[in-house]
């Protein structure tokens, strides 16, 4: 079982920042890719960005490109979202993501930290 430890949500005015974080921890034998996913209210767990274990390919929403910066920490089990140019519309609980591989591809999800942009 792999655990995920999320960390750095909170209240910030429009055009501010915020850092998140996630841990990993428990029984890790491979990790594929680690990220981000969003869901604000009524709608949909959406992909924010995602990272490669060797930290080689990246993949962004179109709506966060030029905004947030995704990276890992190996040696931590860690991945990070730095989020500058914070709008409204980022307002949403981030879940923490990690896809494992054992024997087969397992996705895990941190409990999720909340995001508000709000003047």
């Known amino acids: 079982q792999v655990q995920l430890a999320e960390s750095g949500g909170g209240l910030v005015q429009p055009g501010g920042s915020l850092r998140l974080s996630c841990a990993a921890s428990?029984?890790?034998?491979?990790?594929?890719?680690m990220g981000w996913y969003r869901q604000a209210p009524g709608k949909q767990r959406e992909l924010v960005a995602t990272i490669t274990n060797d930290g080689t390919s990246t993949n962004y929403a179109d709506s966060v490109k030029g905004r947030f910066t995704i990276s890992r920490d190996n040696a931590k089990n860690t991945v990070y979202l730095q989020m500058n140019g914070l709008k409204p519309e980022d307002t949403a609980v981030y879940y923490c993501y990690l896809q494992h591989l054992h024997t087969h591809f397992r996705d895990y999800w941190g409990q999720g930290t909340q995001v508000t942009v709000s003047s």
């Open positions: 428990g029984i890790i034998i491979r990790v594929v890719r």
